[in-house]
């Protein structure tokens, strides 16, 4: 079993900063490629970002490319999402997710996710 526990969310102008994190716990964590998604209300949830088990490898939706990174701790064991120059549309709920095999866009290949954390950004 992996645990997740998101922090970071909050609301922020258009065009500023946010730093999520995720704390993944359980013996095997470190074996499984995190990821990040998001869902904003009356919508599917998306993929946002991915980043392998060594931390060597990310991947992003089109739209996050440029403003977001993703990052992976192993001393702390944490993963994090620097979003910047945020938007309206960035507005929604970002859920941590874990998996071992499968394809990070396919939300069904996810194994664990975690509450999700609330990102507000105000025009």
């Known amino acids: 079993q992996v645990q997740l526990v998101e922090s970071g969310g909050g609301l922020v102008q258009t065009g500023g900063s946010l730093r999520l994190s995720c704390a993944p716990s359980g013996r095997t964590s470190s074996s499984y490629a995190m990821g990040w998604f998001r869902q904003a209300p009356g919508t599917e949830r998306e993929f946002v970002a991915a980043i392998s088990r060594g931390g060597t490898t990310a991947s992003y939706a089109d739209s996050m490319k440029g403003r977001f990174t993703i990052s992976r701790d192993s001393a702390k064991n944490t993963v994090y999402l620097r979003m910047n120059t945020l938007k309206p549309e960035d507005t929604a709920v970002y859920y941590c997710?874990?998996?071992?095999?499968?394809?990070?866009?396919?939300?069904?290949?996810?194994?664990?996710w975690g509450q999700g954390t609330q990102v507000t950004v105000s025009s």
């Open positions: 997710a874990a998996r071992l095999v499968g394809s990070e866009t396919n939300v069904r290949d996810w194994s664990y």
